[in-house]
């Protein structure tokens, strides 16, 4: 069984950081990327970054403008998600999502594929 669980989220000051956890079981990095996501109370969902293993590659929304940087520790089969220089605009639940790598992840498309597991999300407040 796939699972996916969240964690770090919390209450930061502008320009400060946090880094979330995604701990993952069940399956191989090899065969999913692993993508964050995150949602605004009134917006619509927005992708942050996704990582793939097998391409050896990593993809950023372009809000992000460098201060994220998502990794990954097969030893410990979680996904990091390290923010730096937040904005109360960062302010969202966070997931963490998994989608099965049938081929070379589109780097324009990474957010619009089909995202079969989801984490129960981790909250993120940052306060100006």
């Known amino acids: 069984e796939v699972q996916l669980v969240e964690s770090g989220g919390g209450l930061v000051q502008a320009g400060g950081s946090l880094k979330l956890s995604c701990t993952t079981s069940g399956f191989n990095f090899d065969d999913y990327a692993i993508a964050w996501f995150r949602q605004a109370p009134g917006k619509m969902r927005q992708g942050v970054s996704c990582?793939?293993?097998?391409?050896?590659?990593?993809y950023y929304g372009d809000f992000v403008k460098g201060r994220f940087t998502i990794s990954v520790d097969i030893a410990k089969n979680t996904v990091y998600l390290e923010m730096n220089s937040l904005e109360s605009e960062d302010t969202a639940v966070y997931y963490c999502?998994?989608?099965?790598?049938?081929?070379?992840?589109?780097?324009?498309?990474?957010?619009?594929?089909?995202?079969?597991?989801w984490g129960q999300g981790t909250q993120v407040t940052v306060s100006s």
């Open positions: 999502a998994a989608t099965p790598r049938t081929g070379r992840i589109r780097p324009s498309a990474w957010w619009l594929y089909r995202y079969d597991y």
């Open positions: 990582i793939s293993k097998a391409d050896d590659a990593t």
